[in-house]
């Protein structure tokens, strides 16, 4: 690692989103997405899959009470992943063992938008959910109602399946979030007095577990770095450390001796440091190495890093979807092998990508790096876009390339890919997730250190910073340029991020130095700079490894891919071709080029002979706004 | 149904296969298959999973001795559908619960072996087994050796997911099979009292059930006809008719309620002579179906005709693979939905060919069509051979057409595709069924009835029917022309089936009339016919509503399917190509074509440019031959 290159985000209320594309979209979340997800949360959305997250806090934080008025509490099972109406007694816990997290998640949203736009009754709604989560906390600092109600005794003792550090994690960010939006603590001494126990149960001569669902490692550098104990640096590290050793803990907890093999889906088969490949659970993957980056550049730790570096190349060359989605498959939500990249069977979880994002960030901050911030864009402008529907109250969590209804209606290995956004799922992770990363986007687009800001995604936004004052002005989806009004407040360096998919073709007002991706600009006084990178309909290859993209191609318009829609283009969208050189239109966002359809032919075999095509003129939309008209066909490749 | 166009199968010792390419293989299944299948039924062979099955009987025929003596018998749970080392008793029954019927079928497949060619070892084999199955036969009739043995109290309490009837149906084919070969009584006298029970048990004012895996209705028709007793067809008209209707008598035998959308599996959804389109378990359909045309034929019911005819257009128009194929998904080893038929994820059980086979036969053995001879052959020479490795130790349960080593063992969708065939599975349905298919394959190329001997398939064979004997002299494989030398005892029309494959392109040495796919020649004196049909290589389309094959072709000739194998193309097939008007070569059985290799290119995303590409000489062979040679890349269709 090298600490000149190393930055740093820029805190979320130093930063004003400006730009529409952006700020309608936080706009939904405040007014849309916020409210009916506090709604379901409470099982008050009609037809909509039950939360039971806030019952689940309320029924914990009536046990507390019961013990400290010295009552008996009954013991439940904790055996199963998740508790329904029919498998559980009614005074239990109810959901799956990981839902506490989607109140956490929306806390973390919540306290993000505060800080974009403060809101007294938004927040009102927050420090209700604050003294019921405090209210449910053990004196020992432990906080997950599912042990909370079912079974005391059950603590920690199953870290493999049950998610209590996973709901640590997720408890921590939101209290961190929570203190830097309005500077209350409540939330943040809960989270403390639980990382101070978990600090006190792990580590060496302690219990030398590590989380199943990791998330737990990165926030703890976060509360580390929020409160400065080093003892969460270390936790965090403990967990790296120990993680995938063997004899494995999860064979231990269990009093089992496996080969390892199956914790592939966890990462723990081997130690982080020395994993080559992202393999696994595509969520867990990228949490476990957002941590692993910031551990490796708290501590300088370069082994780490290197590893980080690994498993970034991994994803990146052999195991990103061009939508930036990742998890090529169902089982296990997982990473599949090398150029494995099903378009209709893929996962592409939603979570995957913000996760993607998480990841990225950091590996930005120990060093710029196109390609990652490529990733990045990639993740944010196609998958997260589109995993929530343009109401905000619909969400997908599997964003597949290609889908056919019938073969999700029928085809039992395609069952995972829903053809229209769902309402609320009882697994509720990915639309707070998309929640919390979208009311936090302006910690994605810059990060500075003392003598540069690095812009790597172009948010129109006003930022307030060291060594510079920014403001954005962006038409980056709309005509690829960008005004920047920079303020130096002493000479400096100014890091713009050449995107890959103009390749030669853009231009700058200011003389530069273009470097690996970047283009610097070395400043001293005010200046306005104009960034114009070529924004035109391109073809784009899937690299012929990948099997099922052999003959088609993509249509992208800078960072957005593109997708053929049933709705605009009739049924059988695999009957067509876009031709080799096509005459693009664009229109808004709509582009349209020449191409043929081919003739059905319902002959099951017969021989070979040309079939007869007609000229058609296809139209695409981007990707994030498809399935928003109903279900139909879609695809992202087609044939060329 | 037209009476006049019924006609009916050679009797097996009525045939005698003489063409060297089918000897081959019945020799096989006589020195090696059954030999090893014998010692495989005796938990004799190294290295493969246990079958359990002969000591299942040898259980049942104790607990029949002890109950005799009034002894006390232990009752063990009849509860899983696979029965192991670890979760039952060591006297328990142990297997599937189907395990008995492999015995049964490797009786029959040595009863006609022994109707082939003698052999008074292999009759002492048989008739060893004979008397232990014997032995096991409940002084009530009833012989399943997981209830024998487990829980006589629960005989006929779970028809949906025991296989009790499914048994009986291969008890009763086996000792049919038996008793025409050798004239002895025993095997069949056995199944009699089974059928016996089975007919007083079930009925109209008796139990209203009928079976969860057909095949005892075909099995009950076959009896009737060896013995004359009605209430055998009866029997399997009543589960005809019975099976589907409401409430759902599968719902009943466990006090439940459904909308019988489960029952598509068993093809119990709605009652079979109202059925439309193949449905669920691809095996369980075809030895369904053709039940359901033995009971049309033998009962006169041209509605249940009628359904026999939508259900083959299914299969025929849009569920059949090019290799003759069924069953396009591992979950349920089932159809898919219409054109739903993916190359690297099929199913095509080895079972299900076998039983389209019988279906055929039983279809054309009601009126000659040629699209169903066609589609007999297809399965034949395609999928049926490829389940057998040329050592007769070696088989294939699932036959894919497209095959990736790599995701066979990474990608748990593609767990069941095996890249080389397995020595011997616990659930061992595929092997003894070929065994039983090629032993008796005189049984499948003719039927005749009193004006009308009707080859549709060229087995060179010498054949001792009414109103014609026929020497036939095939090289049809070879060269495409088939010798027929007619001695007819009295004025007849001979009709030979005409491939689809060869278009136009037939020529026959004698005047004839052409009608639907049929050669009719009126004869009554000894004549020789030669047929020429054209041989040569073709590229085959694949109908356009199959998604994954646009833009490919396969290699035919004549019924062989061809296919391209890593060890003869290098690794990577998916990057070869084939020309559009290629000069092909034939030598022996392989194929030459020109064609294209692009060259690899790993980057996952870039502007599109066309690939470079050399030219390459492509080498097919026949599909049935492929993974003869070790672990390798395989794929049938390829890009043209």
């Not at 379901?40 to 909509?48: K, N, P, S």
């Not at 992943?81 to 997290?101: H, I, L, T």
């Not at 020992?140 to 599912?146: E, V």
């Not at 910031?294 to 991994?314: E, N, P």
Request: aromatic share 12%.
């Amino acid at each position: 690692m090298d600490n000149a290159l190393f930055s740093r985000h820029i805190a979320l209320a130093d930063v004003k989103i400006t730009d529409a594309f952006w700020q309608k979209r936080q706009h939904l979340i405040e007014t849309t997405v916020l409210p009916y997800q506090y709604e379901a949360l409470h099982d008050r959305v009609d037809g909509a899959d039950k939360s039971y997250a806030v019952e689940n806090f309320r029924k914990a934080a009536a046990v507390v009470k019961q013990l400290k008025n010295g009552a008996t509490v009954p013991v439940y099972p904790a055996d199963k992943w998740v508790y329904d109406e029919q498998n559980s007694a009614p005074e239990a816990f109810k959901g799956w063992v990981f839902q506490d997290s989607d109140v956490y998640k929306w806390l973390e949203a919540a306290a993000y938008t505060l800080t974009n736009h403060f809101d007294a009754a938004l927040k009102a709604k927050a420090d209700a959910l604050i003294d019921l989560i405090c209210a449910a906390q053990l004196p020992s600092g432990y906080l997950d109602t599912l042990y909370i109600i079912n079974n005391r005794d059950g603590i920690f003792t199953n870290l493999r399946d049950f998610h209590e550090l996973y709901c640590f994690g997720h408890l921590a960010e939101a209290a961190v979030a929570y203190h830097r939006a309005t500077g209350e603590t409540a939330l943040l001494d809960a989270a403390c007095r639980f990382a101070d126990l978990i600090a006190d149960t792990f580590g060496e001569n302690k219990k030398k577990g590590y989380p199943g669902h990791e998330i737990a490692e990165l926030a703890l550098v976060k509360l580390y770095e929020e409160t400065g104990k080093r003892a969460y640096l270390d936790t965090a590290a403990f967990f790296l450390d120990e993680r995938g050793k063997r004899p494995y803990y999860f064979d231990t907890e269990r009093n089992e001796t496996s080969d390892g093999e199956r914790y592939h889906y966890h990462q723990a088969h081997k130690p982080p440091r020395e994993q080559e490949e992202a393999v696994g659970h595509a969520v867990r993957a990228v949490y476990l190495y957002s941590g692993m980056a910031d551990v490796a550049k708290a501590t300088g730790d370069d082994g780490l890093y290197a590893a980080c570096q690994r498993l970034m190349r991994s994803i990146l060359d052999k195991k990103l979807y061009i939508t930036g989605g990742i998890g090529a498959t169902a089982d296990g939500e997982a990473f599949s092998f090398d150029y494995d990249l099903p378009n209709d069977l893929a996962y592409c979880e939603t979570c995957a990508s913000v996760g993607l994002l998480f990841f990225a960030r950091r590996m930005l901050e120990i060093a710029p790096d196109a390609a990652i911030a490529d990733a990045a864009e990639r993740a944010l402008y196609n998958t997260v876009l589109a995993g929530m529907a343009e109401d905000g109250r619909h969400f997908f969590y599997v964003n597949p390339l290609e889908v056919l209804p019938e073969a999700s209606e029928k085809d039992s290995r395609k069952r995972h890919v829903k053809p229209v956004r769902q309402k609320w799922f009882g697994c509720a992770c990915c639309p707070p997730n998309l929640a919390r990363l979208l009311a936090s986007l302006g910690e994605y687009g810059i990060t500075a250190n003392e003598n540069t800001v690095y812009v790597h995604q172009y948010f129109g936004s006003e930022v307030h910073t060291e060594p510079a004052d920014l403001r954005i002005t962006s038409a980056y989806t709309e005509n690829g340029t960008v005004h920047l009004a920079v303020r130096p407040q002493r000479e400096m360096t100014l890091a713009l991020r050449i995107p890959t998919w103009c390749g030669e073709n853009y231009r700058f007002s200011a003389p530069c130095t273009v470097k690996e991706g970047y283009a610097y600009f070395t400043l001293s006084t005010p200046c306005d700079i104009q960034a114009a990178f070529a924004l035109v309909p391109r073809l784009v290859n899937c690299s012929n490894r990948v099997r099922e993209n052999i003959g088609k191609v993509a249509v992208m318009r800078g960072p957005l891919v593109y997708c053929l829609e049933e709705a605009d283009n009739g049924k059988d969208l695999h009957l067509l071709r876009v031709s080799k050189e096509p005459q693009f239109a664009v229109n808004g966002d709509i582009i349209t080029a020449d191409g043929f359809r081919e003739a059905p032919d319902g002959t099951l075999y017969a021989d070979y002979a040309k079939r007869a095509k007609t000229p058609v003129r296809l139209t695409f939309i981007p990707y994030y706004r498809w399935g928003n008209r109903g279900e139909n066909e879609m695809t992202v490749y087609v044939r060329i």
